[in-house]
């Protein structure tokens, strides 16, 4: 597929268990970002990943929540003993290269619920 | 503190009729502008962009104008079609920052045939 994939696309945890969501950018494209959409509100930036470099994790909520980006592709987002209020739709994006505001191709989301 | 906003969060326009959804923004370091349309379970998807150069961009149908001064752009979408019923996020960067897009809250468009 020539798009981000993000897998599952539907997760429903307890609260209190972990939870890995996945994300599979486009091929060849070195800046991924991780965003998060409560109802009703906009897209709430996580964390950022550029090539080999730190990631930005300003916007992670918790140390509950971390994410790691191997080999420079795949992403994994991890929650641990998550909370209801973690319920939301986690949104995946990848650009080709940052510093000229290059356009973000979204994947479809995996929508958390957290009981 | 919302550094991006859409206050309108649903707008409801006759197919055909002008549609026109409206974005704010606090930071004068953003320099670049992006809408993105979002259909019900799938992700955003670009529609148009303005860099801070400009005070208009047109594409087809859409067009997005930027007030600097007063800190403000809009999207104009003519005519407008059942099609283009979805959510509609405006997000605001600096080249000049740390590379992340500040985005709104979304406006719902419907567009009633």
């Known amino acids: 597929g020539a798009g981000v994939s993000q897998s599952p696309s539907n997760k429903v945890t307890e609260k209190g268990k972990d939870v890995e969501l996945r994300c599979d950018p486009i091929?060849?494209?070195?800046?991924l970002y991780w965003y998060r959409q409560s109802l009703g509100q906009g897209l709430e930036f996580l964390i950022y990943f550029q090539g080999n470099s730190a990631p930005d994790k300003s916007g992670l909520p918790s140390d509950r929540f971390s994410a790691e980006r191997t080999g420079g592709s795949v992403s994994t987002l991890t929650i641990q003993r998550t909370q209801q209020e973690d319920s939301a739709v986690y949104l995946c994006a990848s650009s080709p290269q940052t510093g000229t505001a290059d356009t973000q191709y979204f994947g479809p989301g995996t929508r958390l619920t957290v009981l | 503190d919302q550094q991006v906003k859409q206050n309108s969060p649903s707008l409801s326009v006759q197919e055909g009729r002008i549609s026109i959804l409206n974005c704010d923004y606090t930071n004068s370091m953003f320099d670049y502008f992006l809408w993105y349309k979002k259909y019900p379970a799938e992700g955003p998807t670009f529609l148009i962009s303005i860099s801070s150069i400009k005070d208009k961009n047109e594409d087809g149908r859409f067009t997005v104008f930027l007030n600097k001064s007063a800190k403000h752009l809009s999207l104009h979408i003519v005519p407008s079609q059942p099609g283009d019923s979805a959510v509609y996020f405006c997000a605001a960067y600096s080249t000049s920052g740390t590379y992340k897009y500040i985005f709104g809250t979304g406006t719902r468009l419907k567009v009633l045939a």
């Open positions: 091929s060849g494209h070195t800046a």
